[in-house]
């Protein structure tokens, strides 16, 4: 198989592209994290939402440690091909590691962040901590 | 006003962060483009949205050339506080450059990026080229 796909992407200057995941059956959008090359061939051919962690420096199998996986439908980039937007089905519905379905649980409301989306499992029994 | 809000945001090494925009009314995810502090602060006083041009090195008021405006109507946060999420209702309902509805056009199909979705118009009449 070519990888002329994967060519296309223009990776940053540390050879990352942000990833949207969004929610394919309520269209919310869950998360956006980051992918290397690997990542991303990974997550195409495994069919698995693979991310890299910045903040661990490694490969990210969204759900190794929560269970919480993300089976991808599509995969689509943007006009400039430096953004790549995931639909995806999210195992346990609950993306965010707060125990929320996604991570956006914080609007602006007269000039505040307030969180207006229910934990929906507690982070300890998540993670077994 | 506090400025609390912005001081939340953890801005990356260059002080910008992605602010994703999504139709408030089909959930269709329109496109990922960058904001740093002085823009955010903008999109809430105005109510429309302003970005950061990486390319051009200013404030980028969407829209400006094209008259597509994105009207905000939620601004949302995510847990890490680095991605700002939109709801905005498009003007014209078309966000991306090449005059189709979003920037997200291109799908992963058998290996390779097909375009599937439509210009609505074309981009010259749009920027009067």
Redesign the interface.
């Known amino acids: 198989?070519?990888e002329?796909?994967l060519d296309?992407i223009k990776w940053d200057d540390k050879g990352l592209v942000?990833a949207?995941a969004?929610d394919k059956d309520?269209?919310?959008?869950l998360?956006?994290a980051w992918m290397n090359r690997e990542s991303l061939a990974m997550t195409?051919n495994t069919g698995h939402a693979v991310y890299w962690s910045r903040s661990r420096g490694k490969l990210w199998h969204k759900g190794e440690s929560s269970g919480h996986e993300q089976t991808v439908h599509?995969?689509?980039?943007?006009?400039?091909a430096d953004?790549v937007?995931l639909r995806v089905e999210q195992k346990g519905g609950i993306a965010?590691?707060?125990g929320?379905h996604n991570?956006?649980?914080?609007?602006?409301r007269e000039?505040?962040?307030v969180e207006i989306e229910p934990v929906l499992k507690d982070p300890k029994a998540i993670y077994g901590i």
Chains 1, 2 share one sequence.
């Open positions: 198989m070519t002329d796909w296309t942000p949207i969004q309520s269209g919310k959008i998360m956006m195409k599509s995969m689509r980039v943007d006009c400039d953004v937007l965010c590691h707060t929320r991570c956006f649980y914080r609007e602006l000039g505040e962040w």
